[in-house]
């Protein structure tokens, strides 16, 4: 049943560029259009095809689709490189250009709200335009969503009534879990997954953390298998076998499976290790693994002051393979710290990263009117 104070209309969800492999932007409006469904409202995905056709055609193409928009809501989903090749999305401007001079209500997910930390000169350069862009988007719009609490916005220090911090959900179906039922019995070894890999140069600070967390559970008595799957660990598949040629475990490699096939995995292993980074509320892969009631290990430095930091998360030094391994080690060995682990990543899914709690908050904000 739709809430009683929920608008019963349509929304937009306004999509640049998607990606090649698997598009999580896609996935997210997809997740939030079928849980915001059920709050009264029906969110149709649009995609501004600038990639593909040249800027003129795409936004001639926007003008003549947003005639029926007017004081309808238009979700522009923003990451840089949705809005542009090499990540200068002045594009993105034009596009809310369009949108007010068709009178609809603007407002923006900001997926990237700003730019990561950079080394070249270049990268810094491109970081400070990427946040320029943000702060002119951020004036233009009516409401932004923020998937990180508006305290750790950097830009952000003004009041901002009409901001909102909520959060992204998994991009894998929700699963019905039963925590007592999860860690390996009988002597069989564990299943510990590891979730995406990115590219090159990094991708071998990946593996030697992971081979390093290995090598040390293995010397503290933990039995398991890995499991990789999804983004990059298809194409990591010679780095995966060079870097485990001496380690005694057996390794699994799925590649990329769909949603469906990635929510069953996940319920059905013991615990992640999440070593692309410091675990974050944008990293999906680590949202997943909470969705899915996983404890999971990974990297501290960014969490705090989160809903993380009561989900089931063991957060070790950065890129310290060896801590890694032995805190996997002591959640494979102790059922009830693995027991505890799950139940605590089970309540903050329901309390922050349920597609139903997502969607209620989007129409909380939306729904409230103009300010």
Not at 256 to 272: H, S, Y
Not at 295 to 313: F, H, K, Q, R
């Amino acid at each position: 049943m739709p809430r009683a104070n929920a608008p019963a209309n349509r929304w937009i969800a306004l999509l640049g560029r998607g990606e090649a492999t698997a598009d999580g932007i896609q996935d997210y409006c997809r997740y939030l259009a079928r849980s915001i469904d059920r709050q009264g409202v029906k969110l149709a995905l649009v995609r501004v095809d600038w990639h593909g056709k040249g800027w003129w055609a795409a936004l001639r193409d926007l003008r003549k689709e947003s005639k029926a928009w007017p004081g309808q809501w238009v979700l522009l989903q923003f990451t840089a490189l949705a809005w542009s090749r090499r990540g200068f999305p002045l594009g993105v401007l034009a596009v809310l250009a369009v949108l007010r001079s068709r009178r609809a209500r603007c407002a923006v997910v900001f997926h990237e709200p700003y730019s990561p930390r950079a080394a070249r000169w270049f990268d810094q350069a491109r970081g400070r335009f990427q946040e320029w862009i943000i702060r002119k988007i951020y004036k233009k719009v009516e409401k932004s969503i923020f998937p990180e609490p508006l305290s750790r916005i950097p830009w952000l220090t003004e009041v901002a009534p009409n901001a909102r911090f909520i959060p992204i959900g998994a991009n894998v179906p929700q699963r019905d879990l039963l925590a007592s039922a999860r860690l390996a019995e009988n002597g069989k070894p564990s299943t510990v997954v590891v979730y995406c890999l990115t590219d090159m140069p990094y991708l071998r600070d990946e593996l030697k953390d992971i081979s390093d967390a290995s090598r040390t559970a293995l010397a503290d008595g933990a039995r398991f298998r890995l499991l990789f799957l999804g983004r990059g660990t298809a194409e990591a598949k010679q780095e995966i076998a060079r870097f485990f040629r001496d380690i005694p475990i057996e390794i699994s490699n799925l590649g990329l499976v769909d949603a469906d096939r990635i929510g069953d995995i996940l319920t059905a292993a013991d615990a992640m290790l999440c070593v692309r980074g410091r675990v974050y509320l944008r990293r999906g892969s680590a949202i997943a693994g909470i969705a899915c009631g996983l404890p999971i290990i990974g990297y501290a430095g960014e969490s705090a002051g989160t809903p993380l930091d009561d989900a089931g998360v063991v957060l070790t030094p950065y890129r310290d393979g060896k801590a890694a391994g032995l805190a996997l080690s002591r959640i494979l060995q102790d059922h009830d710290l693995h027991r505890d682990l799950q139940e605590k990543s089970q309540r903050v899914q329901e309390k922050y990263f349920s597609w139903d709690v997502i969607a209620s908050a989007f129409v909380d904000f939306l729904g409230s009117g103009p300010s």
